[in-house]
């Protein structure tokens, strides 16, 4: 048994427990800065892009094509939607309403899907300096709290992925039991109220999201709700200002 052997080349003794550990810390932080941006032996992606790939996984798992389908719905819808007579106030209002709507929501998935691309990259760019904590004691949890984060980055998107998946096949079955292809102003005008409220909790839930995910993986993914609340104000600000 090695683990109680010391070594006495100085007043202090090394226990050859604590010598194996550090050397084995150091191999793994080596091959760790090796292969962070380096690819895998025989794979094509570094550890920078591991839980990327593990998101984008879970994405396909769900159905990739949901947030295409989506954003064809919502574009389908808006395009539809004939523009009002200038001598019909309450038309235009309606008019302006439906678009603003459509739009928020259009915007707030383009949101969450570059946030989610550009909060992960922005973070594992900072993966070299982080991974020789681990060799310290005292700073060895901030490098789990950056996996942690990294992790929670990449999971954004699964979890939207999941919350689209899910919206997609209501807002279709929605708006083809209400609409059935007929988009018209009256049509709008008659089920006004309904819409209102479904698009309001959608784009509620979808502000939800980055809090969702911190709630289930942890880390600062909850940073994300802060802009696109923001995003999304600034939205709602440009609607009233375009119908006053």
């Not at 996984?57 to 990739?64: H, K, N, P, R, Y």
């Not at 594992?124 to 060895?140: E, N, S």
Request: hydrophobic share 55%; glycine share 8%; net charge neutral.
């Amino acid at each position: 048994n090695t683990l109680g052997m010391t070594l006495r080349f100085h007043t202090h003794p090394v226990r050859a427990g604590d010598l194996t550990n550090f050397l084995l810390r150091l191999i793994l932080c080596c091959l760790l800065e090796n292969y962070w941006v380096n690819p895998f032996p025989g794979a094509s992606f570094g550890i920078n892009h591991f839980f990327s790939y593990i998101a984008q996984a879970m994405v396909a798992a769900f159905d990739q094509n949901s947030l295409n389908h989506l954003l064809t719905l919502l574009k389908t819808a808006g395009d539809n939607t004939p523009m009002p007579s200038i001598m019909a106030p309450v038309e235009i209002l309606c008019y302006f309403v439906v678009q603003g709507l459509l739009g928020i929501a259009s915007a707030i998935l383009f949101v969450i899907n570059c946030s989610a691309f550009i909060l992960y990259g922005v973070t594992a760019l900072f993966g070299p300096v982080f991974i020789p904590l681990l060799m310290t004691r005292t700073f060895r949890a901030k490098f789990f709290h950056f996996l942690d984060v990294l992790v929670s980055f990449a999971m954004i998107r699964a979890v939207a992925a999941a919350f689209i998946f899910v919206w997609a096949g209501f807002m279709n079955t929605f708006l083809q039991q209400t609409f059935n292809g007929n988009y018209s102003i009256a049509m709008w005008l008659a089920n006004l109220i309904p819409c209102i409220m479904v698009f309001i909790a959608f784009i509620v839930n979808m502000l939800f999201i980055p809090s969702m995910t911190q709630a289930i993986f942890g880390g600062a993914a909850g940073l994300t709700s802060a802009g696109m609340e923001a995003a999304g104000g600034a939205a709602a600000i440009a609607i009233k200002a375009g119908g006053a």
